[in-house]
Each structure stands twice: as C-alpha cells, then as structure tokens.
Antibody, heavy 121, light 111 residues
Framework: QLQLQESGPGLVKPSETLSLTCTVSGDSISSSGSCWGWIRQPPGKGLEWIGSIYYSGSTYYNPSLKSRVTISVDTSKNQFSLKLSSVTAADTAVYYC?????????????WGQGTLVTVSS | QSALTQPASVSGSPGQSITISCTGTSSDIGGYNYVSWYQQHPGKAPKLMIYDVTNRPSGVSNRFSGSKSGNTASLTISGLQAEDEADYYCSSHTSSSGHVVFGGGTKLTVL
C-alpha cells in the first residue's frame, strides 16, 4: 500500500523559506511515469495546486506561485521536496503531498495526511 | 489562474440524489476530458472519487457518478447517506501554463 508522509517545520517566519519533504513508502518514487505533487489548503478555504514533478525531474508550477516555488526529487531517498520562498501570512496552510494517478493530470489518488505550516514571527 | 466555479453549498435528505456543478472554460473543463472530483471530511486529506470525468477508482461507491457538458462538469450522488456529508472539490487540466486547477469547493449537508 502506497503511503506518503509530509515532514518539516510547522512554523516559519515571514520572508523566510518554507521547506517540506514528502517521503514515499510502499513503492518506488521512480516508477515509470510516476508524477508527484504538492497541494495546499489555507484554514477554512479550498484546495490550491502548488506544483508537480516527474520522477525524472521535470517540473510544473502554478503560475501564481512559480516565482517562489521549487520542487525537487531525491530518488535515492524516495522523497520529493517543496521550497517556497519569501513567505507571508497568506502562505499559512495545510500542505499536502500527493501522487498523480497518471502524468500531470488533475487526479491525485494517494495523499499524505497533510502538515500545517504557520507563517508568523 | 482562476479557480473553477462551484456552488458554496448544497443539501439533500437521506435517500435523495444531489448534483454539484463545476463551471470552467474552454481552456480547462471544456477542452479536455480530465476532470476529477474529491471528497474531503473535516480534518482529513481529500479522497479521489471520480477521474477522467466519469471513472470511479476502485472502492468508490457506484452511488457517485460524474458527467460533463460543455464547460460544466457535474458530480451526482444518489441514495444520499449521512456519511456523504463533506466538502467536495472538482479539478481539471488547464491549458494555461501549469496543468491543474481546483474548484472553490462545495459543502454538502445531509439533512
């Protein structure tokens, strides 16, 4: 059974960089065609796609966040990561990592439990 | 990148059927058969209920069905049950740079 687990600081100061890692277990992150994504949800609000990465390293980002986002993959650790720079209070959210069912399509079939990141001084 | 448009809330009684709409444009819903629906209970991660407009992942009840007409996709839940009370989100492929866009979400209340 595929499982994903987010990890990283729960509190980040304004203007600093938010860094999260998603550890995948139960399958190889390098499985042919596999694609992995980050989605966030501000408290009481809806879902927002942040970006996705193929196992090969190709990346796709939400245009509204592109200038501040970097997603990378470490196949040796079966992990992929998110960095979001210059954060503000508006970046406070539950951050989820998830697997695309196929390619960079809008269907995520496995999700992590989510991790709350608060931006505050 | 604008979110897809969903009604804020819908409600129905046990046993009834309800439909949640999701309206986009020709650049997303209208242009591709890549529409998904998610169910999210409070404090939980979303769960994929429908993909590629009409397909159900293994294990999802056949009371859930999806459809699309033009720029609008719909999720229908038949035989409403108490456990269906949740937030529902649609998502679509988009041709604007990026690939994925979500709807604003709909809160389903089972009366």
């Amino acid at each position: 059974q595929l499982q994903l687990q987010e990890s990283g600081p729960g509190l980040v100061k304004p203007s600093e960089t938010l860094s999260l890692t998603c550890t995948v277990s139960g399958d190889s992150i390098s499985s042919s065609g596999s694609c992995w994504g980050w989605i966030r949800q501000p408290p009481g609000k809806g879902l927002e796609w942040i970006g996705s990465i193929y196992y090969s390293g190709s990346t796709y980002y939400n245009p509204s966040l592109k200038s501040r986002v970097t997603i990378s993959v470490d196949t040796s650790k079966n992990q992929f990561s998110l960095k979001l720079s210059s954060v503000t209070a508006a970046d406070t959210a539950v951050y989820y990592c998830a697997r695309h069912r196929w390619a960079v399509r809008p269907d995520f079939d496995y999700w992590g439990q989510g991790t709350l990141v608060t931006v505050s001084s | 990148q604008s979110a897809l448009t969903q009604p804020a809330s819908v409600s129905g009684s046990p046993g009834q059927s309800i439909t949640i709409s999701c309206t986009g444009t020709s650049s997303d819903i209208g242009g591709y058969n890549y529409v998904s629906w998610y169910q999210q209970h409070p404090g939980k991660a979303p769960k994929l209920m429908i993909y590629d407009v009409t397909n159900r992942p293994s294990g999802v009840s056949n009371r859930f069905s999806g459809s699309k007409s033009g720029n609008t996709a719909s999720l229908t839940i038949s035989g409403l049950q108490a456990e269906d009370e949740a937030d529902y989100y649609c998502s679509s492929h988009t041709s604007s740079s990026g690939h994925v866009v979500f709807g604003g979400g709909t809160k389903l209340t089972v009366l």
